[in-house]
């Protein structure tokens, strides 16, 4: 079956290092990926989106990567501040009219 | 407007009542979903419209039934529910296809 995993559940990191998830991807090949942060209660918020023909994006401390030979996608929080602890969704969604199917989830928690 | 705006966002049913949640978007996007998120999980997809037609329902129960009637409204009306039914129900909206897609901040259902 097609998968979209997140396999660190959890990550804490100290404030002003860069938070690094990583996204891995089994049996098909997504046109792009996109990343959502989520704070608890609330909906998610789209962050980034990147296409399989794209290695990297950013935006602002954020950064994006999408390697299609490791079938993986890494997301960075750089200068990382409390206020970005938050739970980070990846989401997959092959081209056309497919919805968004989300991974799991990395709970980020940046200690001051 | 670049806002989902869901309504109400808490609401308490018992498992005899008929509830309805609505969704209501201004950024023409054509393209709506409604999701179930319970706790410490991803949310799951439950049906998307396209060009206000139901194209896709995720084999949801009966007692969930969508309608959009018009490009800027969603409703979920909600009948003889269950406890392990109470979640957190998100709506989104997005263009068509290879855009993010924008969350409302959900309502928090508790069947009782």
């Known amino acids: 079956s097609q998968k979209i995993e997140q396999n660190s559940e959890a990550l804490n990191i100290q404030e002003g290092k860069t938070a690094t998830l990583t996204c891995n991807y089994t049996?098909?090949?997504?046109?792009?990926l996109q990343w959502y942060r989520q704070d608890p209660g609330r909906g998610p918020v789209f962050l980034l989106l990147?296409?399989?023909?794209?290695k990297e994006k950013r935006k602002e401390r954020l950064k994006v990567t999408f390697d299609t030979t490791l079938k993986q996608s890494l997301f960075h929080i750089t200068a990382s501040q409390p206020a970005d602890s938050a739970t980070y969704l990846c989401?997959?969604?092959?081209?056309?009219?497919?919805?968004?199917?989300f991974g799991k989830g990395t709970r980020l928690s940046v200690i001051a | 407007d670049t806002e989902v705006t869901q309504t109400p966002k808490h609401l308490v049913m018992g498992m005899t009542n008929k509830k309805s949640l609505k969704c209501e978007q201004h950024m023409g996007h054509r393209a709506m979903y409604w999701y179930k998120q319970k706790a410490k999980k991803p949310p799951e997809l439950m049906f998307v419209y396209s060009y206000e037609k139901l194209s896709i329902n995720e084999s949801v129960p009966s007692r969930f039934s969508p309608e959009c009637p018009n490009s800027s409204l969603l409703n979920l009306h909600l009948h003889a529910l269950q406890p392990e039914d109470s979640a957190l129900y998100l709506c989104?909206?997005?263009?068509?296809?290879?855009?993010?897609?924008?969350f409302g901040s959900g309502t928090r259902l508790t069947v009782v």
């Open positions: 990147i296409r399989e023909n794209e």
């Open positions: 049996n098909y090949s997504p046109a792009y």
């Open positions: 989104a909206s997005s263009q068509v296809t290879d855009y993010g897609y924008t």
């Open positions: 989401a997959r969604e092959n081209s056309g009219n497919t919805p968004l199917v």
